[in-house]
């Protein structure tokens, strides 16, 4: 039975090339479980799925040891790796359909995420020209803090494909009404 939520090899493999570059590795390895120690030293091929409990132990570690900071760094690396191959086309697509701004990529991460991940889920609501809410649904329960901020890092890169200016998100809302089996949190995004 496969996992709520679930990664590409290729995505792990850049958590991990972030944690060396970081020197956070043994910090990191001292904090996971052995199964996931494991994986640190053979990680899955690029194109395999695995659930997120390695990648989730990694994140939470990382945040511990530094913080939220390096977690929305590697949001953002990570979006540009995969962003800047994976998911170009179908960024490109949307912006031929819907115009080369923010919303129209907010409007379509479910299209983007599903080409790395699976169980997280999308809804964005306009509020102005230039300001909207993002809202992920992540499945399954116990998903850590952590990976809300690699998500926010994530989020970042829409600005930097769109070319929007003065690009902001705000920290993540968990909303407390999502019901069982998931987690759910909001993100207010605005750019000038």
């Given at each position: 039975?496969?996992?709520a939520?679930?990664?590409?090899?290729a995505?792990?493999?850049?958590?991990?090339?972030?944690v060396?570059?970081?020197?956070?590795?043994?910090?990191v390895?001292?904090?996971?479980?052995?199964?996931?120690r494991?994986k640190?030293l053979k990680?899955p091929?690029?194109l395999?799925?695995?659930?997120?409990?390695?990648?989730d132990e990694?994140?939470?570690?990382?945040?511990e040891?530094?913080?939220p900071?390096?977690?929305i760094e590697?949001?953002?690396?990570?979006?540009?790796?995969?962003?800047?191959?994976m998911?170009?086309?179908?960024?490109?697509?949307?912006?031929l359909l819907?115009?080369?701004?923010?919303?129209?990529?907010?409007?379509?991460?479910?299209?983007?995420?599903?080409?790395?991940?699976?169980?997280?889920?999308?809804?964005w609501?306009k509020?102005t020209e230039?300001?909207?809410v993002?809202?992920?649904?992540?499945a399954?329960t116990?998903?850590p803090?952590?990976?809300?901020?690699v998500?926010?890092?994530?989020?970042?890169f829409?600005f930097?494909?769109?070319?929007?200016?003065?690009g902001?998100i705000?920290?993540?809302?968990l909303?407390t009404?999502?019901?069982?089996?998931?987690?759910?949190?909001r993100?207010?995004?605005?750019w000038?």
């Open positions: 039975m496969a996992a939520r679930q990664a590409l090899g995505f792990f493999r850049t958590l991990i090339d972030f060396n570059e970081k020197g956070l590795l043994e910090q390895r001292g904090k996971v479980s052995e199964e996931t494991e640190m990680p091929s690029l395999s799925w695995l659930d997120s409990k390695a990648i990694i994140e939470v570690a990382i945040g040891v530094a913080g900071a390096p977690l590697f949001g953002s690396r990570a979006a540009r790796a995969f962003g800047g191959s998911v170009q086309p179908v960024i490109r697509a949307a912006f819907f115009g080369e701004t923010p919303a129209a990529a907010f409007a379509n991460l479910d299209n983007f995420f599903t080409l790395a991940t699976r169980g997280i889920s999308f809804h609501r509020v230039k300001e909207g993002v809202e992920a649904r992540f399954g116990g998903t803090q952590a990976a809300f901020h998500l926010q890092g994530s989020l970042r829409v930097e494909i769109s070319g929007a200016k003065g902001e705000d920290p993540f809302e909303v009404d999502a019901g069982p089996g998931a987690a759910v949190v993100y207010r995004v605005r000038t």
